[in-house]
């Protein structure tokens, strides 16, 4: 018996035992003997996966849901390796948000095709779900999803929620999905921040996980098969990465980075991004097009006490300093804003949905001109409305975080019961 979702949640009672790591009617998760041979570098799924002649797909037609992250650790693209290898059969792709190729913007996707480089046909999975979406791994003459995309840790990341609707939609279609394990970039050590109440569910959220979930895609994969899929888990394998510790951020990986989508270039800007992507609900730039998206946030009129009341908050691991741009596209266009740049001074002490709720509470007491945005976008980023009304009745970061400790300590234990790496 698992843990359902109204438990999860905190509306009934914790009972019952999660038993194995794998969910009822799946395939076993694939643990690799393999030894890593660089020291120090991780392997991620992919790599394991090629190690083991890739066994794990034999005799399948394979439909791949990846984007430009998806690569070897020499750069290639899998999708090119894997069409060039006669122990595969690739037969389609599938692209998510912003596309296969990685063309399109924020909440846009490419149109489907076909792929240039290898002739599959390549098909559009943003938005779609359900029936609709298991009516196109149909179509596609698939048998198998295999998903292999970076994430980068925070909830509202559209990826980890293609991978939901492709498990749900596989479990519909009779597929099976086999999930290649990478690296959290900014580590697995905790999760933070508030849960997702159901009744907020959405694209950027669709079950009830914590902001910053600090899990991997596959840990994910095993959890939503548990917890939220139970009723018709999907045959699930999962193939882990070897050489990745909790602690580790990804410049530890040894891994080239590529970004998983325009508006995260570099690390540095994943390490930030589950705090300052809450300033898309707001009237504020969130550093969209700028060189540093997300590590800087501010708007036109703000001036330097905004910094300095984010600084005087003495939070751990981040330094707020006065910064000024100009964004070429998105919010405030060609126009010169005044806000705060984000240096964080120690990964391992930092908070990145404490500092984004501290940005929010200081920009609401010093500039005038702070506004939620009309829609209540931030309620769906952050799970619920609690942040937001919270904010505007002046409560503190301390107090903020104190409303969503229960329920993020009843994910925690949930979490813990599908973790992969020490």
Same mark, same amino acid.
């Given at each position: ?49 090629? $190690? ?96 292999? /995309? =970076? ?8 990826? /980890? ?9 596989? $479990? ?24 997702? =109440? ?22 994910? $994969? ?32 040894? @891994? ?55 600084? $005087? ?67 769906? @980023? ?25 329920? @993020? ?14």
């Amino acid at each position: 018996m698992t843990l359902s979702r109204r438990g999860l949640l905190g509306l009934a009672g914790t009972t019952g035992a999660l038993g194995t790591l794998g969910a009822v009617g799946a395939a076993p998760d694939r643990a690799p003997d393999h030894t890593d041979a660089a020291a120090g570098r991780v392997r991620t799924g992919f790599e394991q996966l090629a $190690a083991d002649g890739y066994e794990l797909l034999a005799g399948r037609r394979v439909g791949i849901v990846t984007n430009p992250t998806g690569i070897t650790a020499d750069a290639r693209h899998l999708v090119d390796v894997l069409h060039a290898d006669a122990r595969v059969k690739p037969v389609a792709v599938f692209g998510p948000e912003h596309g296969f190729r990685g063309t399109a913007q924020a909440g846009d996707s490419e149109t489907a095709g076909r792929d240039p480089a290898t002739g599959l046909p390549v098909y559009d999975t943003y938005g779609k779900s359900g029936q609709k979406l298991a009516d196109v791994f149909t179509a596609a003459g698939i048998d198998t999803v295999v998903f292999d /995309i =970076q994430d980068v840790g925070a909830r509202f990341y559209t990826y /980890i929620w293609t991978l939901y609707d492709c498990m749900r939609a596989a $479990a519909l279609a009779g597929k099976a999905v086999v999930v290649l394990d990478r690296p959290n970039p900014v580590g697995g050590r905790r999760a933070a921040g508030p849960v997702l =109440q159901s009744a907020y569910a959405s694209g950027v959220g669709r079950e009830p996980i914590a902001l910053a979930h600090g899990m991997t895609v596959a840990e994910l $994969a095993l959890l939503f098969n548990g917890e939220f899929l139970a009723a018709k888990p999907v045959s699930l394998s999962t193939v882990r990465m070897t050489g990745w510790r909790r602690d580790s951020f990804f410049g530890a990986t040894g @891994l080239p980075w590529v970004p998983p989508s325009p508006n995260v270039p570099t690390p540095d800007t994943a390490l930030v991004y589950a705090g300052t992507c809450l300033f898309e609900g707001t009237n504020l730039s969130e550093g969209r097009g700028t060189t540093t998206p997300f590590e800087v946030v501010g708007a036109e009129g703000v001036d330097r006490r905004w910094a300095e009341a984010a600084q $005087a908050l003495g939070l751990p691991g981040v330094w707020f300093r006065e910064a000024y741009f100009t964004p070429t596209f998105s919010k405030f266009t060609g126009k010169q804003c005044g806000g705060v740049r984000l240096i964080v001074h120690d990964r391992a002490a930092f908070d990145p949905v404490r500092a984004g709720i501290g940005l929010l509470v200081t920009a609401k007491r010093t500039w005038s001109g702070f506004a939620w945005r009309t829609d209540h976008w931030i309620d769906q @980023l952050t799970g619920s409305d609690r942040v937001r009304k919270m904010v505007d009745a002046g409560a503190g970061v301390e107090e903020i975080a104190g409303d969503w400790a229960a329920g @993020l300590e009843r994910f925690a234990q949930v979490r813990g019961r599908y973790l992969l790496y020490p």
